[in-house]
């Protein structure tokens, strides 16, 4: 009798490196001296600057993430390369004790991604990811069996420890949300989109961005 395989057909592929080579406290440092603001459903403040990686003190961490952009795009999803990164917004978040970050996807956008600049212990250091819906993909809304164990085929959602020099890549409409804090230590984190220019398709179905 021949193996017995399965397919996770039509991924939402996560990125995630630990341990990136950086230095985190310079950029601690230089968000300690910009501009916040509280964002409208109070749980947490945001740098009032949405284009942050366009400063010029942020170019080592512009660098950082368009790096392992063009890893998770160009060689994991083997996307071709006459299309190039466009940065479309940036901002850093602050979250103090009882901070979170609620359910949520990014719109206009079609890659997205978070680096943890500073994640102290029991400051939300976990990133929940959902699928839409809530559902996965082999049930429906209307008949969801029970899960005895849960792996990768049958989940609805995933968690991911994030601690600081950790990134996280991910397509803009992934949901996503992050526990509150339970620590009087701050939490800093960097959250940017991107798209991909260039030609799409071809011929008559052509599209150039």
């Not at 984190?189 to 961005?209: E, K, P």
């Amino acid at each position: 009798m021949g193996e017995a395989l399965i397919f996770p057909l039509f991924s939402t592929p996560l990125f995630v490196r630990h341990d990136l080579e950086w230095d985190n406290q310079k950029a601690v440092k230089y968000l300690e001296s910009i501009e916040w603001k509280e964002i409208d459903v109070k749980n947490g403040k945001s740098t009032v600057n949405h284009s942050l990686l366009d400063e010029p003190e942020m170019a080592d961490v512009r660098q950082l993430i368009e790096d392992n952009l063009k890893v998770y795009l160009f060689d994991f999803l083997d996307i071709a390369e006459h299309h190039t990164l466009r940065h479309s917004a940036s901002w850093a978040m602050l979250h103090e004790r009882g901070d979170f970050a609620q359910q949520h996807m990014h719109k206009n956008s079609q890659f997205s991604g978070v680096l943890y600049v500073q994640t102290p212990p029991n400051s939300g250091d976990w990133v929940y990811f959902n699928a839409p819906d809530q559902q996965p993909t082999f049930a429906s809304q209307t008949l969801s069996p029970d899960i005895a164990h849960h792996n990768l085929y049958n989940s609805r959602c995933y968690r991911e420890a994030v601690t600081e020099k950790t990134i996280c890549i991910f397509p803009s409409h992934l949901y996503h949300k992050t526990p509150a804090s339970k620590t009087d230590e701050k939490r800093y984190c960097i959250a940017f989109d991107y798209i991909l220019t260039g030609r799409y398709g071809q011929q008559a179905g052509s599209l150039t961005i």
